[in-house]
C-alpha cells in the first residue's frame, strides 16, 4: 500500500521569489550549514540555478511508476524531489517525463539515482541534479509514497519545503524556517560584498577576520625554514 | 599467447547509417533493456553522438601495446572498444593514436580505462567514451587478443556488433538483431512523437499511458494530508 | 603545534613560464612517468591549464582556517596546494578566497578536498582541481603546517616545485628535476609533432615504432577466423 | 549553538525486550520495507546482535567532542547512534570511549563515520556498526547537537526510537510503531518457520508462494534449448 | 517475455569433484588468467571452498521472483549464479531461499547483488558469494531469463559452465575447456609443491625463476645509498 | 631504468621491539596524528598485530616483478611495503611469495593493491594489510624502484622507517623520529590506563576531561524537549 497526499502548504511564490538571486553556499550557510543534499547530486548541465517547492516521491529501485502519479500532484514553481527506496541510478527519467513537467510549470528535478536523454534536456533547458546519467529503462511495478517526507542524499525533505539548487548541488530549507534563513542570508550577502572588495584590494583573510591573534594563541610558529620546522616539531 | 582475428562480419553501412538519428536510450529500449555498458562510461565532452561496428581489443592494466595492434584491424565507420584485463584508469590513448584513428576513419573510442590529452581530442572532435581521464602513462609489454568478444563496462560485444554511444553512455547491439532492433526503435520513436505532443500539451502520464485504474488495484491511495496519510498505513 | 615556512626556494619564474606550452601527459612522460596526482582531482571548468610554484597548505578535515595562513605565504605565480590531514570533501574554498588568491596573483588552486561557488570561480576564470565539488561549509578551529612537504592525492610536493595542471589533472615537478624535464618534455614535443604527421598520413603505430617483430617474438598470431582462433588458444 | 535535549520518550524496555530474537531483516519486512540504514554500516565483529533505544548525536568531520557529551545522556539499554555533519571516515571512537559507554549501560554504537581500538573493542565484546574502521584521531572543538532527530546513514532517527542491529546491518523502528511492527514481525517469524519446514522437505518457493500461473501470465516461457530460447526472443 | 532454458550440459560430476582441492588462483592461472569475477565478489564467511556447475539467473533491480524459478532449475552439484540487469545491493536472497536451495543440493549462491540472514546461512554453512550484505527486501513482479548466457561481475558465464570459488573469490571455467584447465591446473600445482619448497628453504624467487639476467638487461641497477640512486636517475 | 638500494639505516631491532605493545592508534596519536595509511588497507585476518622496519618497493600496475626483487633486499624483522605506480587490485602476492618471505624472517607484508591465496596465507600466520583480495595473475616485465622513499595508501614511507600494523590499519613512524615516538607513546598508554579505570567506575569523559566549562563557553545548551530545542535554534 502506499498514499499520496494531495493538500500540503507550500513556501509561498513571492518568498521563493526572494531567493532566486541566493546560492546554494549561501542558504546552507544562512541556515546553519545544514540542509545540504550530499557531493554526488551533480547538474546535468551547468550553469543551472533554480529555486522551488518541493513535491516529494518514492520510487523502488528501477520502477518509475511513480514519478508519472507524482507529476499529476505538481503545481508551477514546484521542484520534484525523488529519491528511491534503495541505492540504484537506473534511468528513471527522460524527455518525455521533462516535456510532461515543463507543462505543468515544475521547474527542475532533484533525483537520488539516474537519469537520461540528457542531450534533449539540455536543449530544453530542462535541469536536473541526479547521482548518475544512465540510459537503464525502468518497469512501473510497484508503489511508492508521494508527498511523505523523505530523505534524499542524505537530506530530510518535507513537501513543500524549499529547494534551491545550483553549480554547486542542492540544499533544502525547510517550510517553517525560511524566513529566517532569508534575512539570514540576504546579511550574509551584503557582508561578502564588502569582503570581496577587500580581498580584491589585497587585503587578508588573516586581517579581515582578525585571525592573527587567535591563530598564535594555538600555538602557530613562523619559521624560515624547513629546518627551523624540524626543530620546533613536538 | 594472444591472437589477432583478421576477417570478421560487421554489420553494414546501410544499416549503421540508419542509426544516425536513435539515441542509445531508444536502442537500449528498442532491444528489450539489454545492452548498456556500465554507467561509468561517460564521453569527454557534450554533446557526442556516434555510431558504428565494433573492433575489440583487450589490454593489460597499464599497457597500451595492443592498441597499436587494433588499429591495423580497422575500418573507416569502425569503433574501436578496448577493455583491460583487470580494472585499469590508466590513460591508455592520447592524441596520437586519435590523430591514427581518425586518419583511418575511426569514428571513436570506447575504452572501460583512462584516456589523456582530453583537451587536444576535444579540439580535434574525436569523442572517448571512457571510465577515467588521467594522464598515466603505459608500457607496452604484455599481449592481448583482438576482435575476440569481450566484455567490456559489464556488457558483451562481438567484433562487427553495431554500437551506438551519446551523451547517455554506450549501448551494443549484436550484429544478428540489428534489423529487428532498427524496426522496434524507429517504432518507438514514432509513438514517442505523438506522446510528447500530448505532455506538451499538459496531458498526465497517468492518462497518456491509461495508470489510473491499475494504481488503485495496487492498492494506491489519495488522501488530504499527512495525518490521513499515517492513519491509513499499515 | 604547527608550522608556517616563510622562505623556501622556488622554480624560477623563468623557467616556469617554458613549461606554459607543455600539457600534463607530456611533463609527466618526460619526468619518467611519475609526480601525477590522482585521477579524481578534476578542473571545475574546462579548458584550463597553469603552470606555477606550489605553496603547500595542510587543513584539518572540515577546516578551512589554514587556507588563509597560506594566502599570505603566496608570491604571484603560485599556485595553491591544499591536502586535508584525512579525507574529506567539504567545501574548503569559495569566491572570496579565490578573489584573494587572485589579487595576490595566485595562479590556481589545487585541493584533494571539495569547492563551492563553482559558477563564480568559472566566471572569474580562476581555476580550481578538486576532488568534489560540495558546498558544505567548513570552521576554523585547528592548525596545519604551511609550506611543509605535503602528500596531496598521493604525490609527494615540497613548497616552490612545480605544478603543471590541464585537463587531464595535475603533475608536480620537483624543484630539483626541472631543467632535465623541461629538456626531455621539449624533445618528445618535438618527437610528436613528426609523428603525428605520420599518423595523420595514415601510417600505423605498427610501423612508426617497429612493433612487428616484438610482436611476432611474443607470440602474436592473426588468424582469419573465431574458430581459428580458439583452435590455437592454449 | 548547539543544543541538548535532556528527556524525550523511549521505547519501553519490556517491550524493547520482545524484540530480542527477531533480525534486522525481519523487522525491516514487517514494518514495510523501511527503515535500514545504509549497507555500508558493518559490525566491527560477528556474530552480534543487539536492541536497544537510540540517543543521537551529530559531530562535526573529525571532531568527537559531542560524543562525550552524549554519555551523559544515555540510560542502561540505550544505543548511541552518531552522525557527521559531513561525510567523514575518521575514528571518533575507541577503547576508552566504548569503556565509558559499556559502564552506563549502552549496549552498542551505530556510527556513520570510522571507529579504532577494533581488537580491543571485540575483547570488551562492545559491539559497533561503523562506516569504517580507522585510526585516524580527532579533535574537541566544534558543538553538535544531542538528540534532536538525525539522518544517519540515509535513515531518519528520532531519540528514544528502536533500534535494531545485527549481522546484516542496522534498522531503526519508529517509537510510535513499535507495537505494530512487533506483531508484524511475530507474525512473520511465525509464517517463516513453517515456509522453512516445507523447503527443507524439498518443496520449490514456486509452489509455496503459488507463483507458477503468475509468472506464466506475464509471459515466461519454458524452452529445451538456448536456439529455442533465441527463436522466442522478441 | 523471458524464458528459462531447461537443458542444457553440464560439466560432469566425476569432473567437477577433480577441482575440489583446486583453488581459485591456481585454476584462473591454468586458463590463461581469464574468467575471474571482480573483485567486489566476497565470501559471506571464510573459510569457503566449492566447486560446482553453474545454473544462470537474471534479476530485476530489487526483485528476487526469478531466483525462485531458478531453483527449480538446480540439480545437486550446481551452483546458482545470480545478476541483476542493473546494479543492485538489495538483499535478494536469505534463509529460506539457502534452505531450499540446501534441500535440492545446490552447493552455493553467486550473486552480483545483497544478500541477507548471513547469521543464519553461516550457522547452516551455505556459502555465498556476494557484492553486499543488506536486509533490504525485494518484489515479485519482473521476469528475466532463466540458463542464458549472462555476464556477472564482468565475467561471461553459460549454464552447465564449472564455478570455482573461494576465499580469493570466484572464477568460471567454460564447459568446453575444463579437461584442459584441468590438466593446466594440476601440472600448475605439481609445480608450485617443488617451488614451496625451495623458498621454504631460503632460495630466492630471483634464483628459483632465473631473473637476473634479464632484470639486468632491462636496465636494473643496484646502487649502495639513496644518493647514488639520484645520480643514476634519468 | 630502475635502481635498488641495498643499504639504508633501520631502526635497532631493540627499539623496534619496544613497539610490540603498542596499537597503531596509539602510535598515531603519539606522533602528532601523522603516518596513517588510507583506511582502505585491511587486514586478510584479525586479530593480527606486527611491528617491523620497512623494505620499500614500486610494481607496476599488474606486474609484481619486483617483489622478487625485493625478497632479496629483506632482512629478519623487515616488513615489505609495496606501492603500484598507478592504482591497482591485482593479486600481486601469494602463498609462494609468503613462504619465501617467511624464510627470510620477513614480519608482513603491506600493499596498496590486492594479494591472493589468503586462505594459505591465513593457515601459515602470515599477515597481509591491502587494498583488495583479488585472484588476478600478474606479469613479470617492467621495473620499479626498490628501496626508494615511496607514497604507500597516501603516506610517505623511507626504507629503514617503523612500520606498526594492526586490526585498525597500518601507521608508519620515521626512523628520525622513533625515539620521541616511543616516549609519547607509552606516556599515552600510561594516561589511558587510569583514565579507563574512571571510566570503568562510571565517571564521564565530560568530568575527566573537564569539557564542561568550555561547551558552555561555546554556547551549548541544554533543553528538556525537541520543542525547547525549536526555540533556542538560531
Known amino acids: 500500500m502506499a498514499v499520496v497526499v494531495t493538500k500540503f502548504d ?11 538571486a541566493l546560492g546554494v553556499a549561501t ?3 544562512a541556515q546553519g550549514r545544514i540542509g545540504l543534499l550530499a557531493a554526488h547530486m551533480r547538474p546535468i548541465f ?8 518541493a513535491v516529494t516521491c518514492e520510487v523502488a529501485p528501477g520502477d518509475n511508476w511513480m514519478i508519472h502519479v507524482a507529476v499529476e500532484q505538481c503545481q508551477a514553481g ?3 524531489v525523488v529519491t528511491p527506496t534503495s541505492p540504484c541510478q537506473d534511468g528513471y527519467f527522460g524527455d518525455l517525463l521533462a516535456e510532461s513537467l515543463q ?3 515544475v ?3 532533484i533525483i537520488d539515482a539516474g537519469v537520461r536523454d540528457i542531450a534533449a534536456l539540455t536543449q530544453m533547458g530542462f535541469p536536473v541534479w541526479s547521482k548518475a546519467v544512465y540510459a537503464q529503462g525502468t518497469v512501473k511495478e510497484t508503489l511508492g509514497n508521494v508527498n511523505l517526507p523523505i530523505v534524499c ?9 524549499l529547494i534551491v539548487a545550483d553549480d554547486d548541488g542542492v540544499v533544502v530549507v525547510s517550510r517553517t524556517q525560511v524566513d529566517t534563513v532569508l534575512q539570514m542570508a540576504n546579511a550574509r550577502e551584503a557582508g561578502e560584498a564588502e569582503k570581496r572588495a577587500r580581498f580584491a584590494a589585497g587585503e587578508l583573510g588573516l586581517d579581515v577576520y582578525n585571525m592573527r591573534e587567535r591563530l598564535a594563541a594555538k600555538g602557530l610558529k613562523y619559521v624560515e625554514s624547513l629546518e627551523d620546522a624540524s626543530s620546533c616539531k613536538p
Open 10 to 20: 507550500r513556501v509561498k511564490p513571492s518568498l521563493v521569489a526572494q531567493f532566486a
Open 27 to 29: 542558504v546552507h550557510e
Open 46 to 53: 551547468r550553469p543551472a540555478h533554480v529555486v522551488g517547492t
Open 78 to 80: 514546484d521542484i520534484l
Open 103 to 105: 507543462a505543468q510549470g
Open 107 to 109: 521547474r527542475a528535478l
Open 153 to 161: 542524499a542524505g537530506a530530510l525533505i518535507h513537501p513543500g519545503d
